[in-house]
């Protein structure tokens, strides 16, 4: 009888060993030019989303390859990467799922008249928001806390023909830490 559980049992075990096989986890590949190439799977994904009256809404997604809160920065230790990606829609606006693409100006951010999204990433000894060029594809905002938030970073210089040199890519999903909600958008909701 105990040789047939082994037998019966021995499949599924192997079947659930090969579930939890952590090549299979998504990656988000970083490219910062100078040969500075690295892939990490997010130890953080977590979300800030804040909707005020007459402000811009913003949602601020943050990608760790360390441990990191959801209300306190701190540099990444050495051979660790931070991505931040702030999302913002105008007043009036709204954010919801779709590309919000990223210009290249940090200038024209808070004055900008259309969504767009803001890439940082930061290394041990540098940050810096990338160039111009590609987007973030939201393809699911719950704006509440725990809500989720799931897309891709699609972040890529245009280089014709050639070797990109920045890249910010991989699929993503996260959990609202933080939610400030204008509660005047949800007076006539249940």
């Given at each position: 009888?105990?040789?047939?559980?082994?037998?019966?049992l021995l499949p599924l075990v192997l079947t659930l060993g090969v579930g939890c096989d952590q090549s299979s986890v998504p990656k988000v590949d970083v490219l910062l030019g100078g040969g500075v190439a690295r892939a990490f799977?997010?130890?953080?994904?977590?979300?800030?989303?804040?909707?005020?009256?007459?402000?811009?809404?913003?949602?601020?997604?943050?990608?760790?390859?360390?441990?990191v809160g959801c209300d306190r920065f701190e540099n990444p230790p050495e051979g660790q990467i931070f991505v931040s990606i702030t999302v913002q829609a105008p007043p009036g606006v709204?954010?919801?799922?779709?590309?919000?693409?990223?210009?290249?100006?940090?200038?024209?951010?808070?004055?900008?008249?259309?969504?767009?999204?803001?890439?940082?990433?930061?290394?041990t000894t540098e940050g810096r928001a990338l160039?111009?060029?590609?987007?973030?594809?939201?393809d699911a905002l719950e704006p509440s806390?725990?809500?989720?938030?799931?897309?891709?970073?699609?972040?890529?210089?245009?280089?014709?023909?050639?070797?990109?040199?920045?890249?910010?890519?991989?699929?993503?999903?996260?959990?609202?830490c933080r939610a400030v909600l204008d509660p005047t958008r949800r007076q006539n909701q249940p």
């Amino acid at each position: 009888m105990t040789d047939l559980w082994h037998r019966a049992l021995l499949p599924l075990v192997l079947t659930l060993g090969v579930g939890c096989d952590q090549s299979s986890v998504p990656k988000v590949d970083v490219l910062l030019g100078g040969g500075v190439a690295r892939a990490f799977v997010p130890v953080s994904a977590l979300a800030r989303y804040v909707e005020l009256a007459g402000e811009p809404d913003r949602l601020t997604l943050v990608l760790a390859s360390y441990e990191v809160g959801c209300d306190r920065f701190e540099n990444p230790p050495e051979g660790q990467i931070f991505v931040s990606i702030t999302v913002q829609a105008p007043p009036g606006v709204g954010l919801k799922p779709g590309d919000y693409p990223w210009p290249g100006s940090i200038e024209g951010v808070q004055a900008a008249e259309a969504p767009l999204s803001l890439p940082f990433v930061r290394l041990t000894t540098e940050g810096r928001a990338l160039p111009g060029g590609g987007l973030l594809k939201l393809d699911a905002l719950e704006p509440s806390l725990h809500g989720q938030v799931r897309g891709a970073l699609v972040y890529q210089d245009g280089s014709e023909g050639g070797s990109p040199t920045f890249r910010l890519t991989g699929p993503f999903s996260a959990r609202i830490c933080r939610a400030v909600l204008d509660p005047t958008r949800r007076q006539n909701q249940p």
